[in-house]
């Protein structure tokens, strides 16, 4: 009885993953099973934290040496498709010159995941507004 159980689980889990990666796309897929970029960085030189209108909170970190984003992180209470959009906002602003950080927005991190379904767009949108907070935060500071 054990053994069916456990086929019957294995068989339920792998229908779970197909699904998702056929509704959410192979890029959104393979970073929700290895998140990257997740974590806080203690005394970041920027940090934003936003919440979404779905109650979403997103964090995001930024540690800028000389010109360019050295490191940057996430962290989110949200759904799936806010850990991946906080991953890729992430992701994205590293090596970046603060300049070009700017031009990451919502559509920015749909291109790189190849879109999501209508209902969890916005998760793109508030990691991208959360990356421009910590950004803006950066530079408020004063130069030292």
Do not use: N
Request: aromatic share 10%; charged share 30%.
């Amino acid at each position: 009885m054990a053994d069916e159980f456990d086929v019957f689980v294995r068989d339920l889990q792998e229908q779970v993953y197909e699904e998702a990666r056929r509704e959410y796309g192979e890029a959104a897929y393979e970073r929700w099973r290895d998140p990257q970029y997740e974590g806080v960085l203690e005394d970041p030189d920027g940090y934003g934290r936003l919440t979404g209108s779905c109650g979403d909170t997103m964090e995001i970190f930024l540690r800028v040496q000389g010109e360019r984003v050295a490191e940057a992180t996430y962290r989110t209470d949200g759904c799936g498709s806010s850990a991946v959009c906080g991953s890729f906002a992430a992701e994205l602003a590293r090596g970046k010159t603060p300049e070009e950080v700017t031009d990451i927005s919502g559509e920015t991190i749909l291109a790189v995941l190849g879109g999501l379904p209508e209902e969890d767009r916005h998760c793109a949108f508030l990691a991208a507004a959360t990356l421009q907070d910590a950004l803006e935060s950066y530079m408020r500071k004063p130069a030292g």
